[in-house]
């Protein structure tokens, strides 16, 4: 990369890569100076420095944007396109706020599913008898384990990778990673997940 503004704008295509899950944005033995994908966010690029917003700010931002996309098919195969449009730092901060008041809510959820993990020992892998779902399962389909802790949770990241292909269909997996994407590109939200889960709080790498 050229310079810090060209830098910027790889972390940006990255960034929104990661989160969609559309690896291919970029297409394969083209400079992606040349690509349209690139005028795109250098474009968002420039539309944040007006505003004045920060990296932490803008990791967020990218999450919502990718939200916004998913809520509206058509803008799907247009990739990159959508961070031109004049109104999307506006419909960032509404689901940002939207976001807020859902959290106080959701930090609740976790709090409540971490004491009842807690209370039966994390023993997410047992039957409560044979060719039945694990626990983890049981537990989520009855309401007692949230999503987000879930998603949180070191014992159910260690859980995940040891139950049967079976249990994990019936998870929203899908779910669970959002959740974890959303958690770490908000470390503020993180941490405060953090504070509930203490030593449950998952520990892979952000």
């Known amino acids: 990369m050229d310079n810090e503004n060209d830098i910027k704008i790889l972390q940006i295509i990255k960034l929104f890569a990661s989160i969609s899950g559309r690896h291919n944005i970029l297409p394969k033995d083209t400079d992606p100076k040349d690509t349209y994908q690139w005028r795109y966010a250098a474009s968002f690029v420039r539309m944040t420095e007006e505003y004045g917003i920060s990296w932490k700010s ?9 939200e916004h996309v998913r809520e509206h098919k058509a803008l799907w195969h247009k990739g990159l396109w959508v961070l031109t449009r004049k109104d999307i730092i506006d419909i960032c901060f509404k689901k940002m706020k939207a976001h ?43 309401g007692h384990l949230d999503v987000t802790y879930i998603a949180m949770s070191e ?21 669970i990673t959002d959740r974890r994407v959303f958690c770490f590109i908000n470390p503020d939200f993180a941490r405060q997940i953090q504070s509930i889960l203490g030593d449950d709080f998952i520990r892979i790498a952000s």
């Open 58 to 66: 803008i990791r967020s931002m990218i999450y919502y944007i990718v």
């Open 100 to 142: 807020e008041d859902v959290r106080k809510v959701e930090l609740e959820l976790i709090k409540r599913s971490y004491e009842f993990a807690r209370g039966q020992s994390f023993d997410f892998e047992s039957e409560v008898r044979p060719g039945a779902f694990c626990n983890l399962v049981s537990w989520y389909q009855a």
């Open 155 to 175: 014992s159910c990241y260690r859980a995940l990778k040891n139950i049967s292909e079976v249990d994990k269909m019936a998870l929203p997996q899908d779910r």
